[in-house]
């Protein structure tokens, strides 16, 4: 049974600090990984997709992989009370052609307090 | 462009009802996901469709089936309606990037069953 496991939180952060969301996964042979982010009764949206080990930056958000130790997280730097969402940490559960099956993580509900 | 479009928005139905779920994928994209997300939980997978067929399912009751047509849309049809089945169903477009494959979710359809 893959398993991709997230602390639910709530992570609590203030405004201008650095928030850091962790997400480990239970399957070695995965090969992509997704941060998405949702509101309060909305979909997700993706804000970041990492295949490689290292870091991948995108404005005020970084993904970082290590294979190794099959764990993935996102930083947001500067975060904002906008940034107050559940972030899903997902992880691609089929590794033949079409690569459309995501398994989810239950998320963590982050804070920003102003 | 337009995102991925889902209709209804809301629905209500009785246990034991049937009901068919829509979905129209971004223009161009021709793979479809459909994920069920109970409160507090991730999504889950349901089934893929590309170009027309099945590629993947996930660990849902035969009450569930689903259908490509030609323009790439789908259908998600759930039989023997169970208060259990209440949830938000998503749809999401698959985006090839390179070898690998990026999922954008359509605004999703709340369940209610009664």
């Known amino acids: 049974q893959k398993e991709v496991e997230q602390n639910s939180g709530p992570l609590s952060v203030p405004e201008g600090a650095i928030a850091s969301l962790n997400c480990t996964y239970s399957d070695r042979v995965s090969q992509s990984f997704f941060w998405y982010r949702q509101y309060s009764g909305k979909s997700p949206e993706l804000i970041m997709s990492i295949y490689s080990n290292g870091d991948k930056e995108d404005g005020r958000f970084t993904a970082q992989l290590n294979k190794a130790s099959q764990y993935v997280s996102l930083l947001i730097r500067d975060s904002q009370p906008s940034d107050s969402a559940t972030y899903l940490c997902?992880?691609?559960?089929?590794?033949?052609?079409?690569?459309?099956?995501?398994?989810f993580g239950k998320g963590t509900k982050l804070s920003v307090k102003p | 462009d337009a995102g991925v479009t889902q209709s209804p928005t809301h629905l209500i139905k009785t246990r034991g009802q049937h009901v068919t779920l829509r979905c129209s994928p971004i223009s161009g994209h021709k793979s479809v996901s459909w994920y069920q997300q109970v409160l507090g939980q991730g999504p889950q997978f349901i089934f893929q469709?590309?170009?027309?067929?099945?590629?993947g399912r996930g660990n849902f009751p035969d009450r569930f089936s689903a259908r490509q047509f030609p323009n790439y849309s789908s259908e998600l049809n759930v039989n023997a309606l169970l208060l259990g089945d209440s949830a938000l169903y998503l749809c999401?477009?698959?985006?090839?990037?390179?070898?690998?494959?990026?999922?954008?979710f359509g605004p999703g359809t709340r369940l209610t069953v009664t």
């Open positions: 469709y590309y170009e027309k067929e099945e590629r």
């Open positions: 999401a477009s698959t985006y090839r990037q390179g070898t690998f494959y990026e999922q954008y």
């Open positions: 997902a992880v691609n559960g089929d590794y033949g052609g079409s690569q459309g099956n995501l398994i």
